[in-house]
């Protein structure tokens, strides 16, 4: 027998609450008068939820801008981001402060770790910051999947780049942001580390869901993603799905990146 349709409640409109980032003619101008430059020109992206989303594109197209911007780090000069559907351009300094503290990680090049505290001090640094106690099963959890449990009272000099890196991703991963956001996660480590760190990242959106944005610039970091978009001169000019690296790095060649 067909079921009764029309007294089902209205579906909601999943179309907002599938981009986890949404970037809608954002432009972005640093400095002011005859030193004003152009970041970004009229960008307009929908990043959805549960995927690896990586940016690409010749030095000075705009990867930091458009980050930091999708971030809610900096504020585009025109135009609108929301993250998990939230407006963040009329936010004020405090409500982005915490929103940047409760719904998004970070994981930069520099690792940017605390290096008088321990592994498991940094990793839960976000939550004592929010005043949160650590849910021990999902903080045993994120320890344990970044394969750290017998390090956890090292401090970081004691441990190697890769490892630091994965206590940020640790730390990144212990609020379950609505995203990771990545700024060259891999570029301060050798080859085969690097590889290691782009896994995990993998792994974090395969097995747990999670977003993650990450602008690099190597083809093979871009590979680990679902889709690469590529920026030149401020501009969104391709995107990319199921990217290889070497797809990715002729498409790099096509912008003038390496000519
Ligand atoms: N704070 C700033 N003040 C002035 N200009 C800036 C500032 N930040 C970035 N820019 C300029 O904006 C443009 C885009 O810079 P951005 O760092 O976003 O590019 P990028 O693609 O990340 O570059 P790279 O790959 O070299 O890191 C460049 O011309 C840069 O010089």
């Not at 579906?11 to 002011?32: F, I, Y």
């Not at 212990?174 to 590889?195: H, I, Q, S, W, Y």
Request: aromatic share 4%; net charge positive.
């Amino acid at each position: 027998m067909p079921r009764i349709r029309a007294a089902a409640p209205p579906a909601p409109d999943r179309s907002l609450s599938d981009d986890v980032v949404r970037l809608t003619a954002v432009s972005k101008v640093h400095g002011r008068g005859a030193g004003a430059v152009r970041a970004l020109r009229g960008i307009d992206v929908r990043v959805a939820r549960g995927g690896f989303t990586a940016v690409m594109g010749p030095s000075g197209s705009g990867k930091s801008t458009f980050l930091h911007c999708a971030a809610g780090l900096d504020r585009p000069t025109e135009g609108t981001v929301t993250l998990g559907g939230q407006d963040l351009t009329g936010m004020d300094e405090t409500a982005l402060t915490r929103l940047r503290r409760d719904r998004v990680g970070f994981v930069f090049q520099a690792f940017n770790l605390m290096p008088s505290l321990t592994v498991l001090e940094n990793i839960t640094l976000p939550l004592r910051l929010a005043g949160r106690r650590p849910d021990r099963a999902h903080l045993a959890s994120v320890v344990e999947r970044v394969g750290l449990a017998d390090r956890t009272g090292h401090r970081p000099g004691e441990l190697s780049g890769g490892q630091q890196q994965r206590v940020a991703l640790a730390r990144a991963l212990v609020t379950r942001p609505e995203v990771v956001f990545g700024d060259e996660p891999t570029g301060a480590l050798d080859t085969m580390t690097a590889k290691e760190v782009l896994g995990l990242l993998r792994e974090t959106v395969d097995d747990l869901g999670q977003s993650v944005v990450m602008v690099t610039h190597d083809p093979v970091a871009a590979s680990y993603a679902d889709t690469v978009l590529f920026l030149a001169d401020g501009r969104l000019v391709d995107t990319l799905s199921a990217p290889t690296a070497d797809r990715v790095a002729d498409r790099m060649s096509r912008l003038g990146a390496w000519a």
